[in-house]
Each structure stands twice: as structure tokens, then as C-alpha cells.
T-cell receptor, first 110, second 116 residues
């Protein structure tokens, strides 16, 4: 599975959009981009995933560049409860496992 | 929904004893479950993949005789830490996949193990 690079930490003011970048320059054609988050002392939570088209659900939007070498997770109106570590993971198909990197620690502040 | 539970949520045990952690998919059947371990300030590390009705597949460096995994039903997988030692103290997290949604893993809340 392709490796991802994320900033170690980011801050965001409550009510503002949080834009979390992820680089995955070695992504293969059959690999999806997944985002999970982990609130302190809890299990990870699935957020969203996509292949090449932009995706949106009730939690977030995922913007994938045309060359698929990077993506951005957007939380449109961050709240304090969105403070967590956000993991960007690329993996192929249904059989392969999730490999967690170090993620981005997002701190939402008042 | 896709709810995964773990029991217990935290456990303290003496060195040398065995501890069993349960992972249940509450509202769906899971043919595959995964067990992860997370040390403080570190990321999740996959320990093993648990398949219903067959032997688990362990990741490199994970001792299968120390971390016994049983996936006897489509809604339950257990991880037994045998002869636990203080270095086994960690946050153990399971996840499960729905048969109809093989792309997404749903995680349990985790079990914090402290071995004294």
C-alpha cells in the first residue's frame, strides 16, 4: 500500500472549516484514499473514502487532486468535538489491511 | 448502523496471568475482524486478522502463542493475552467489516490493559 504524508498537527478555530492535507504521491490506480479519526482514548472512526472523484457525506468532504497524488479532508464547520488525530490511509481493494501512519493532530479552539 | 463493542473497557491484571478481550459486532455479521494494539502516543499497529471459522493471520513479529485469537461466530472474536507482562500493557482495539461493505472497517471503543 502507498505511503502517506500528513502534517503532524494543525489548529482550527471553532466554526471555521478545517482543511487537512495528505500527500500520497506513490498511490496506485486501484488504491482508495481513506480518512479515519481517533478521539483521545477511543477507537478510530471512519469518516470518508474515495477513489478519484470528490466525495461528501454528513461528516466531511474529500477533495482528491486530478493526478491523485494528494487529497484534502474538509470539515466544513469544525467544533470542539472534532479535536482528534486524523489518519489518511491509502489501500487497495477489499482484501488489504489498513495501515495507520502518525496522522494529523487537529486541535479545535474557541 | 455498524456498532462494534469491546469488553472489558479496561482491565488490570497481575503479571503472569491471562486476559481475554471480547470484540462483538452488535448489529451486523462480520466474517473478518482485526485486532490492533496502540502504545501511548503511538499509532495503531495491526496485530492479526481474524477470520470466522479459520485460524487468524498474524502480522510479522506478533507471537501467535501469546496472543490467542478465536473467531468462533460471525459476531464475536476474542483476543487472549497469555502470561501477560508489563510490556503488554497497551490499548487493544478491534475492528470488523460488514460482508456487504468490504471497504470500511468499524472500530470498537478499545480495551485498556494494565499489567502490574
Amino acid at each position: 500500500d502507498a505511503k502517506t504524508t500528513q502534517p503532524t498537527s494543525m489548529d482550527c478555530a471553532e466554526g471555521r472549516a478545517a482543511n487537512l492535507p495528505c500527500n500520497h504521491s506513490t498511490i496506485s490506480g486501484n488504491e482508495y484514499v481513506y480518512w479515519y479519526r481517533q478521539i483521545h482514548s477511543q477507537g478510530p472512526q471512519y469518516i470518508i473514502h474515495g477513489l478519484k472523484n470528490n466525495e461528501t457525506n454528513e461528516m466531511a468532504s474529500l477533495i482528491i487532486t486530478e493526478d491523485r497524488k494528494s487529497s484534502t479532508l474538509i470539515l466544513p464547520h469544525a467544533t470542539l468535538r472534532d479535536t482528534a488525530v486524523y489518519y489518511c490511509i491509502v489501500k487497495a481493494g477489499t482484501a488489504s489491511k489498513l495501515t495507520f501512519g502518525t496522522g494529523t493532530r487537529l486541535q479545535v479552539t474557541l | 448502523g455498524a456498532v462494534v463493542s469491546q469488553h472489558p473497557s479496561r482491565v488490570i491484571c497481575k503479571s503472569g496471568t491471562s486476559v481475554k478481550i471480547e470484540c462483538r459486532s452488535l448489529d451486523f455479521q462480520a466474517t473478518t475482524m482485526f485486532w490492533y494494539r496502540q502504545f501511548p502516543k503511538q499509532s495503531l499497529m495491526l496485530m492479526a486478522t481474524s477470520n470466522e471459522g479459520s485460524k487468524a493471520t498474524y502480522e510479522q513479529g506478533v507471537e501467535k502463542d501469546k496472543f490467542l485469537i478465536n473467531h468462533a461466530s460471525l459476531t464475536l472474536s476474542t483476543l487472549t493475552v497469555t502470561s501477560a507482562h508489563p510490556e503488554d500493557s497497551s490499548f487493544y482495539i478491534c475492528s470488523a467489516r460488514k460482508p456487504a461493505d468490504q471497504e470500511t472497517q468499524y472500530f470498537g471503543p478499545g480495551t485498556r490493559l494494565l499489567v502490574l
